[in-house]
């Protein structure tokens, strides 16, 4: 589904030697369809900018990306959006506060298919989008007629999700998406993710800082040390990882 093949980011490329910043160093990754990947590694070694990497936030300055069959390489950010879905820390960034939750989910499925008329308001829609808020559990069914502003943190990450996969896309991009939640609400919204991309079969990279979870969630287990993957671990040799073991790898790291 997605092949990045040599990709290197360098930031302040043009100013001196010790403000230049390799964020990634000739990266090689093939993530298959259906793929759920955890991504970990301590702060600064370039976790985001691979995820902005592949959503066009920015270009990388080699290599080439290819996503389902596409060289998508010099495709600019909202081109590549619609095969995109993504979601930020921050809840308020992924909904429009003003508009209502139904509002809301009305633009996220009219995001690709702008002309699409099927979508417009009605009545079997609405209750669609009721019974789709419903399923998530978080008290949302009787709330989608209300702004947007009014929900909690761990509500709009989980619509935010919603809209990201409501058109399917071919990729899911969560940058610790739950990370300002309380950890209850983390696991509930966590929860929510993993039901969601599994049933829809949506190939999804998820950066976290938390390792349990990294362990948890996904078929496969990646971390990042200065711009470089240290550690690609798949299904078997991913079930077999411990925190330990990620420690011990951490514990490298600062070395
Ligand atoms: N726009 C930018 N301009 C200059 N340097 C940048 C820019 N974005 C990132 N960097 C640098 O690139 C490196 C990688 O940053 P990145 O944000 O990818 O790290 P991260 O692994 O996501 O860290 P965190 O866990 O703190 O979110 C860091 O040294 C950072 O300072
Ligand atoms: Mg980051």
């Not at 970990?40 to 370039?46: E, F, L, R, T, V």
């Amino acid at each position: 589904m997605l092949i990045l093949k040599n990709i290197t980011k360098i930031f302040n490329k043009d100013l001196t030697p010790d403000l230049k910043k390799v964020a990634l160093n000739n990266i090689n990754l093939t993530i298959d369809e259906g793929d759920f990947v955890t991504v970990i590694g301590s702060n600064g070694s370039g976790k985001s900018t691979f995820l902005n990497i592949i959503a066009g936030t920015y270009f990388a300055d080699e290599g080439e990306i290819t996503l389902a069959g596409h060289n998508i390489t010099n495709l600019n950010e909202y081109k590549r959006a619609k095969y995109l879905g993504r979601v930020f820390q921050d809840p308020l960034v992924g909904t429009c506060k003003d508009l209502s939750l139904i509002e809301n989910l009305y633009i996220a499925s009219r995001k690709k298919y702008k002309k699409r008329l099927k979508w417009a308001f009605s009545k079997k829609t609405d209750s669609y989008f009721k019974e789709l808020v419903t399923k998530l559990n978080l008290d949302l069914g009787n709330k989608l007629k209300q702004k947007v502003s009014v929900l909690s943190g761990g509500q709009r990450q989980a619509i935010t999700l919603l809209m990201a996969i409501m058109e399917k896309p071919k990729l899911l991009l969560l940058d610790e998406h739950t990370a300002a939640l309380d950890p209850k609400t983390s696991e509930t919204v966590l929860t929510i993710t993993n039901d969601l991309v599994t049933k829809e079969k949506i190939t999804t990279i998820m950066i976290t800082h938390n390792m349990k979870d990294a362990l948890t969630y996904g078929n496969r287990l990646i971390m990042f040390k200065e711009g470089e993957i240290i550690l690609d671990a798949k299904k078997e040799e991913k079930e077999q990882l411990t925190i330990f073991d990620l420690l011990k790898k951490f514990e490298n790291v600062v070395d």
